[in-house]
């Protein structure tokens, strides 16, 4: 059928790139100016007037006509914003650069390349012993990635991890997370495109984690080690170079979030006093997964004082209610991570994964007074099954069933949690697996049944 | 002269088989619109709108709203059945 797509001035190189990528680069974009949803009413009809010619247009020309005229237009937004460059041709397999660290990652980093810091390059050397951990051909098409639908090979997912410094031995964890991205439910497209602050977070279980060495206590969700650094940077640089997610153009956030370098850690198994999160999804026990969800930035929650594990959990459902928190008004999963001595107060008075669930699903509930109008309205919209009437009182609720908050632990010593609002995406969990699905059972098994 | 080294390309592919847009209508009457709206504040007022001004100025046959259940999901499939019965698709896109 006929169509126009009617694009803020901001976001219309985002509609360019869908547009190119999906066979049609003059499809017509009518654009106007950003942003719409703070005008009134009065002001929305002088914008429809404003380009009521250009849609019927749009609609009536010979799409001949149509097509070279949009193909050409120069689609800038209305505001200046740091860009970098778009999407570099990919025929250039190889390239020749100054053989210096210096050139090489100004070179990268003009090209729109990088995350900002440097890389390591991306030598054929480098990445034949990154695809030595596969069993896998470097052709292989592993996903498809948004918003631009670069083909991700194993080849160039490989490329991506030497660059951000990855060890060989982390590309089956990578191959696995890329596949989880991509399955429907994670709305990878939502989660690179959106204003919101999202980010792809990671989540390793089972003896891989640790044979990996992928942090789960001291300082899990920052710095210093090696697995959780280069595997979550990896994400990011897969994101933006094969799936075109550039700030600003195929990546809308408004803000961005730290987690957008890096958003990796492992479950503290050993510390936890209930199932792991793949087992309570599934998985055996002794399997190795990776857990993959779009989240925004965990919120630290603190309980000081506190000696019960109610009084914790308490606390924990009202940090959940914060105002203006992703989880309100879009869902439709919540992330709570423990601290091995909350989850061991908890525990220890009895309460099972089920328990907690069920106590923060109760108190995790905002009255209709915290609201704007307008934001009941958008969450009726957004996420009509979150609006409950309780003694005559409209409430919104964080998660709409119990089960819909996942909780695992993670941290060191100390009396905190958190919470990760999780935005328009549910969690993938997958095996790390070999190529025909055998879950692998150690990292050793991609080597052997790697190429040589 | 500075050595060289060599180094891959880390941009995925985009293959893309071109397509040719849909033909464009001689007259609108009578034609069925479709309004898809991103579920942004105001989407749904401006497609309204518009839906009613092309109704005034050429008689269109069938005004068919549909409204995505967020900003950042697909189309659902009962989305994409409810307008295809329309000519004529005009799509809200970003804030």
């Not at chain 2, 839906?51 to 900003?71: C, H, M, N, S, T």
Request: aromatic share 6%; hydrophobic share 40%; proline share 7%.
């Amino acid at each position: 059928m006929a169509t126009a797509i009617i694009c803020t001035d901001e976001f219309a190189p985002l509609g360019r790139e869908e547009a190119r990528a999906l066979g049609m680069p003059g499809l017509p974009i009518v654009q106007v100016p950003h942003p719409v949803t703070h005008l009134s009413k009065d002001k929305v009809e002088a914008l429809v007037e404003s380009v009521l010619e250009e849609i019927v247009h749009a609609f009536s020309s010979p799409k001949e006509e149509l097509a070279r005229e949009y193909k050409k237009r120069d689609i800038k937004p209305a505001r200046v914003f740091k860009a970098k460059a778009l999407f570099v041709s990919a025929k250039e397999e190889r390239i020749e650069v100054v053989d210096s660290l210096d050139a090489i990652n100004n070179f990268f980093y003009s090209r729109g390349w990088t995350d900002g810091l440097p890389i390591v390059p991306p030598t054929e050397e480098r990445v034949a012993r990154m695809l030595q951990y596969t069993d896998r051909e470097s052709e292989e098409l592993i996903a498809l990635i948004p918003p631009r639908w670069g083909r991700g090979t194993v080849r160039k997912i490989a490329i991506n991890a030497v660059m951000a410094g990855c060890l060989p031995s982390y590309l089956p964890v990578i191959l696995a997370a890329t596949q989880a991205m991509s399955e429907e439910r994670f709305n990878l497209f939502g989660v690179q495109a959106t204003t919101n602050p999202a980010a792809p977070l990671m989540v390793l279980n089972g003896p891989m984690a640790r044979e990996l060495n992928v942090n789960s206590g001291y300082n899990v969700f920052g710095q210093g080690w090696r697995s959780n650094a280069t595997m979550g940077r990896a994400i990011r640089l897969i994101l933006t170079n094969i799936g075109g997610g550039t700030p600003g153009v195929g990546d809308r956030s408004t803000l961005g979030q730290p987690g957008k370098y890096s958003y990796c850690i492992a479950e503290n198994e050993e510390q936890s006093p209930w199932d792991p999160l793949h087992v309570e999804k599934g998985f055996p026990k002794d399997s190795s997964t990776v857990t993959m969800v779009g989240a925004a930035g965990p919120h630290n929650i603190i309980s000081s004082g506190s000696t019960r594990a109610e009084e914790v959990l308490s606390t924990i459902a009202g940090a959940m209610t914060a105002a203006g928190n992703n989880n309100l008004f879009m869902g439709p999963e919540a992330f709570v991570v423990l601290s091995p001595e909350h989850a061991h107060l908890m525990a220890q008075a009895g309460f099972s994964k089920g328990e907690i669930r069920k106590f923060i699903f109760e108190k995790a509930r905002v009255g209709e007074e915290k609201f704007s109008q307008g934001n009941l309205e958008t969450i009726r919209k957004w996420r009509p099954g979150a609006i409950v009437v309780e003694g005559g009182e409209i409430r919104v609720l964080v998660v709409e069933r119990p089960e819909d908050i996942w909780i695992l632990v993670a941290g060191g010593a100390g009396a905190h949690s958190l919470f990760t609002p999780i935005f328009f995406s549910k969690m993938v969990t997958r095996f790390i697996s070999l190529k025909d699905g055998t879950p692998a059972k150690s990292i050793k098994d991609f080597r052997s049944a790697g190429r040589s | 002269m500075s050595k060289k080294i060599e180094i891959l390309n880390p941009v995925g592919e985009v293959k893309v088989k071109e397509r040719e847009m849909a033909p464009r209508p001689r007259n609108l009457r009578d034609l069925n619109l479709g309004l898809l709206d991103n579920s942004k504040h105001n989407a749904d007022h401006f497609l309204t709108r518009a839906g009613q001004r092309l109704a005034e100025k050429f008689g269109l046959g069938e005004i068919v709203p549909w409204k995505k259940v967020g900003p950042a999901v697909p189309v659902s499939p009962e989305g994409k059945k409810e307008l295809s019965r329309c000519h004529l698709l005009l799509i809200a896109f970003g804030d």
